[in-house]
């Protein structure tokens, strides 16, 4: 597990140290070793923890600025996802800056890039050009090698425990660009980090590609979670592939997982950031996709205005990528602070590549300055990333735009409740929304208008709500749900009743549970995951009633329970050859939703924990994490209003 290893300086070398795995089934250890004592290498200004998507132009970046640079990548060849993970196009992104010159320089050399203005590549050549640029701008690349520790003093640290395919040491160094993609370095410092945990398993989908043709460069794929900070999990998730793609010419040896563990950073950039286009004064690169998802969104503003194709600009500050109480580390990519439904939006791999250029960029100035990040004059940084063309004039100028005036909460309570902008400014604002949105569901001529005040209330919290909300499910039938779909997943992951149970649970109405389980009767006996997934997050916050019974006739229909994968042999039986296949996860969280639903809402026969303590042993990581933490029962209420 590579980034386990943490010690305080003192004696020379490492020293004794603390090895706290990050992943263990079922329990916590921790394992004393005395005496550890690594040769320490020659030091650096930068070192730059993986050399994919977002590390390389880091490590480029820093090498320009006349900075010593080490980039360290497990990987045989820089550019992550875009190179060894055969996902070798662009979905979205914002093409300006240090993307705009590498697309440039491939497009140079490579035929098939051109003839799609940059827009795909073959993956080889694209490596290639990392590996001159770095070479060209003096910087040095350990392949085959990786961060296993980091010696840190006070809230900073100065080396890092490096394994690498001719031994183990230690690197002196000044500052450090975390490009892991799972906050590893970070994670290993010290820094408080997001995974997985009670209060749901909405990770987006990953995949393994496999290589049908040699000669066809692009290669995508959706088929499963898989839990980066679990080695078992990893190597059967690698196994079930080739079992999966028995005509497959190989399978790639990286992981493209869109979400893994992420810092908590001096800022989270939100959902809600990005639906009313705040701007920030730190703002370091401006991405821009639509929300590619790949898998169901928790944030309540999609409860009521599903995301769309329509692409969004997001501003992102430096704050996200400074772990809250470290100093000298910056994190890019999947592992910077946002919350999950912010992340599809900043994830785009022409955003990554500007966001590593950008701490490449800081990185080399703080240790050349020996500033702490925090202190370095943003404004004139920012000026930097105008000269490099990563943000505009106007960006550089930007002031926090939050919080938005009783005005502008007035105007959109005041709208038809449709436009996602509207809808997220008064979910940023939910004090100053209550009473306008209390005076429209209560008053508003127009049906549709009053039943989504009152959902958006009770996706508040709002207790005011539950009666109207009532009224609303009891004279409501089930509308068309949805099922887990990672791939191409676009628009709402729930229905509209869906949302409105959610919103009723919330309000904790005590007529809420008799409702809400008259509704279980005339669900089919092969019932979609969002209807399941909407009745156990009602249950979970309702706690013991009806509500209880009724998710337990749900969970006793044929077919609905025994989907967790306990052993290679399940895995090997779930593998088909679909590259984005959904059923299998669909059919697990399915159950697991549900059991958790029983097992937080009472539990009266043991049948909630019994599913859960099942899924706690499966060998997929996420749903493991998940359902050993809800065991734990310390969460009912899973929404994030940040």
Same mark, same amino acid.
């Given at each position: 597990?590579?980034?386990?290893?943490?010690?305080?300086?003192?004696?020379?070398?490492?020293?004794?140290?603390?090895?706290?795995?990050?992943?263990?089934?079922?329990?916590?250890?921790?394992?004393?070793?005395?005496?550890?004592?690594?040769?320490?290498?020659?030091?650096?200004?930068?070192?730059?923890?993986?050399?994919?998507?977002?590390?390389?132009?880091?490590?480029?970046?820093?090498?320009?600025?006349?900075?010593?640079?080490?980039?360290?990548?497990?990987?045989?060849?820089?550019?992550?996802?875009?190179?060894?993970?055969?996902?070798?196009?662009?979905?979205?992104?914002?093409?300006?800056?240090?993307?705009?010159?590498?697309?440039?320089?491939?497009?140079?050399?490579?035929?098939?890039?051109?003839?799609?203005n940059?827009?795909?590549?073959?993956?080889?050549?694209?490596?290639?050009?990392?590996?001159?640029?770095?070479?060209?701008?003096?910087?040095?690349?350990?392949?085959?090698?990786?961060?296993?520790?980091?010696?840190?003093?006070?809230?900073?640290?100065?080396?890092?425990?490096?394994?690498?395919?001719?031994?183990?040491?230690?690197?002196?160094?000044?500052?450090?660009?975390?490009?892991?993609?799972?906050?590893?370095?970070?994670?290993?410092?010290?820094?408080?980090?997001?995974?997985?945990?009670?209060?749901?398993?909405?990770?987006?989908?990953?995949?393994?590609?496999?290589?049908?043709?040699?000669?066809?460069?692009h290669q995508?794929?959706?088929?499963?979670? #898989?839990?980066?900070?679990?080695?078992?999990?990893?190597?059967?998730?690698?196994?079930?592939?080739?079992?999966?793609?028995?005509?497959?010419?190989?399978?790639?040896?990286?992981?493209?997982?869109?979400?893994?563990?992420?810092?908590?950073?001096?800022?989270?950039?939100?959902?809600?950031?990005?639906?009313?286009?705040?701007?920030?004064?730190?703002?370091v690169?401006?991405?821009?996709?639509?929300?590619?998802?790949?898998?169901?969104i928790?944030?309540p503003?999609?409860?009521?205005?599903?995301?769309?194709?329509?692409?969004?600009?997001?501003?992102?500050?430096?704050?996200?990528m400074?772990?809250?109480?470290?100093?000298?580390i910056?994190?890019?990519?999947?592992?910077m602070?946002?919350? @999950?439904?912010?992340?599809?939006v900043?994830?785009?791999?022409?955003?990554?590549?500007?966001?590593?250029?950008?701490?490449?960029?800081?990185?080399?100035?703080?240790?050349?300055?020996?500033?702490?990040?925090?202190?370095?004059?943003? @404004?004139?940084?920012?000026?930097?990333?105008?000269?490099?063309?990563?943000?505009t004039?106007?960006?550089?100028?930007?002031?926090?735009?939050?919080?938005?005036?009783?005005?502008?909460?007035?105007?959109?309570?005041?709208?038809?409740?449709?436009?996602?902008?509207?809808?997220?400014?008064?979910?940023?604002?939910?004090?100053?929304?209550?009473?306008?949105?209390?005076?429209?569901?209560?008053?508003?001529?127009?049906?549709?208008?009053?039943?989504?005040?009152?959902?958006?209330?009770?996706?508040?919290?709002?207790?005011?709500?539950?009666?109207?909300?009532?009224?609303?499910?009891?004279?409501?039938?089930?509308?068309?749900?949805?099922?887990?779909?990672?791939?191409?997943?676009?628009?709402?992951?729930?229905?509209?009743?869906?949302?409105?149970? #959610?919103?009723?649970?919330?309000?904790k109405?005590?007529?809420?549970?008799?409702?809400?389980?008259?509704?279980?009767?005339?669900?089919t006996?092969?019932?979609?995951?969002?209807?399941? @997934?909407?009745?156990?997050?009602?249950?979970?916050?309702?706690?013991?009633?009806?509500?209880?019974?009724?998710?337990?006739?749900? #969970?006793?229909?044929?077919?609905?329970?025994?989907?967790?994968?306990?052993?290679?042999?399940?895995?090997?039986?779930?593998?088909?050859?679909?590259?984005?296949?959904?059923?299998?996860?669909?059919?697990?969280?399915?159950?697991?939703?549900?059991?958790?639903?029983?097992?937080?809402?009472?539990?009266?026969?043991?049948?909630?924990?019994?599913?859960?303590?099942?899924?706690?042993?499966?060998?997929?990581?996420?749903?493991?994490?998940?359902?050993?933490?809800?065991?734990?029962?310390?969460?009912?209420?899973?929404?994030?209003?940040?």
């Amino acid at each position: 597990c590579p980034s386990a290893l943490h010690f305080e300086a003192g004696g020379s070398g490492a020293g004794p140290a603390s090895f706290s795995p990050v992943f263990l089934r079922g329990k916590r250890a921790e394992l004393e070793i005395e005496g550890l004592d690594f040769p320490e290498w020659a030091g650096v200004d930068v070192v730059v923890a993986g050399g994919g998507t977002g590390g390389a132009p880091a490590a480029i970046a820093a090498s320009r600025s006349r900075a010593k640079t080490l980039c360290i990548e497990t990987a045989h060849g820089l550019g992550g996802v875009g190179t060894t993970g055969l996902i070798s196009s662009y979905w979205f992104g914002n093409k300006c800056g240090f993307t705009s010159e590498l697309d440039g320089l491939v497009s140079e050399v490579d035929a098939l890039s051109r003839s799609k203005n940059g827009n795909v590549w073959h993956p080889g050549v694209k490596s290639g050009i990392y590996h001159r640029l770095l070479d060209e701008s003096g910087g040095t690349a350990w392949l085959g090698s990786f961060v296993f520790g980091v010696r840190r003093k006070g809230n900073r640290p100065d080396g890092v425990l490096v394994s690498t395919p001719f031994g183990s040491g230690f690197v002196p160094a000044k500052t450090f660009v975390d490009a892991t993609g799972n906050s590893d370095l970070a994670a290993a410092a010290g820094a408080a980090c997001r995974v997985i945990d009670e209060r749901h398993v909405a990770v987006q989908g990953t995949g393994i590609s496999p290589r049908v043709d040699p000669s066809v460069p692009h290669q995508n794929a959706d088929h499963t979670f #898989i839990e980066e900070n679990d080695p078992e999990g990893i190597t059967l998730a690698h196994v079930q592939a080739r079992e999966k793609y028995p005509n497959g010419f190989e399978t790639m040896p990286f992981i493209n997982s869109r979400e893994r563990r992420q810092i908590l950073g001096d800022i989270e950039v939100s959902p809600l950031d990005i639906l009313t286009g705040r701007t920030f004064p730190d703002t370091v690169f401006t991405a821009r996709s639509n929300f590619d998802t790949h898998g169901f969104i928790i944030h309540p503003v999609f409860m009521v205005v599903p995301p769309d194709h329509q692409p969004l600009e997001a501003h992102v500050p430096l704050r996200c990528m400074l772990p809250k109480g470290l100093e000298s580390i910056l994190v890019t990519g999947l592992g910077m602070s946002a919350h @999950r439904d912010a992340l599809p939006v900043i994830r785009m791999q022409a955003d990554v590549q500007n966001q590593g250029y950008a701490a490449g960029l800081l990185a080399a100035q703080a240790a050349r300055s020996g500033e702490n990040l925090r202190e370095i004059d943003i @404004r004139a940084f920012q000026n930097i990333l105008v000269s490099h063309g990563i943000i505009t004039e106007e960006t550089a100028a930007h002031e926090d735009s939050f919080l938005i005036n009783p005005a502008a909460v007035a105007s959109a309570a005041a709208a038809p409740l449709s436009h996602a902008k509207d809808v997220a400014t008064l979910f940023a604002h939910p004090e100053a929304s209550r009473d306008p949105l209390l005076r429209v569901a209560e008053g508003s001529p127009e049906t549709e208008k009053r039943h989504t005040a009152a959902m958006i209330l009770g996706l508040m919290g709002c207790r005011e709500a539950g009666p109207l909300l009532c009224e609303i499910v009891r004279n409501s039938s089930w509308d068309a749900g949805w099922n887990y779909r990672g791939m191409g997943q676009f628009g709402p992951s729930m229905s509209r009743l869906d949302s409105l149970i #959610i919103a009723l649970g919330r309000t904790k109405d005590p007529g809420a549970p008799s409702v809400i389980a008259g509704l279980v009767a005339d669900l089919t006996s092969d019932p979609a995951f969002s209807h399941c @997934r909407a009745l156990s997050l009602a249950a979970a916050n309702l706690g013991p009633s009806e509500l209880t019974s009724a998710l337990q006739r749900i #969970i006793d229909l044929p077919g609905i329970s025994g989907h967790a994968l306990l052993t290679i042999q399940d895995m090997l039986a779930d593998a088909d050859g679909n590259p984005t296949s959904t059923a299998s996860r669909n059919r697990s969280l399915r159950e697991l939703y549900l059991a958790r639903g029983l097992f937080l809402s009472g539990d009266p026969h043991g049948r909630g924990r019994e599913i859960l303590e099942a899924y706690a042993r499966d060998l997929r990581g996420h749903f493991a994490r998940h359902a050993r933490a809800a065991l734990c029962g310390n969460a009912t209420d899973v929404l994030d209003l940040a």
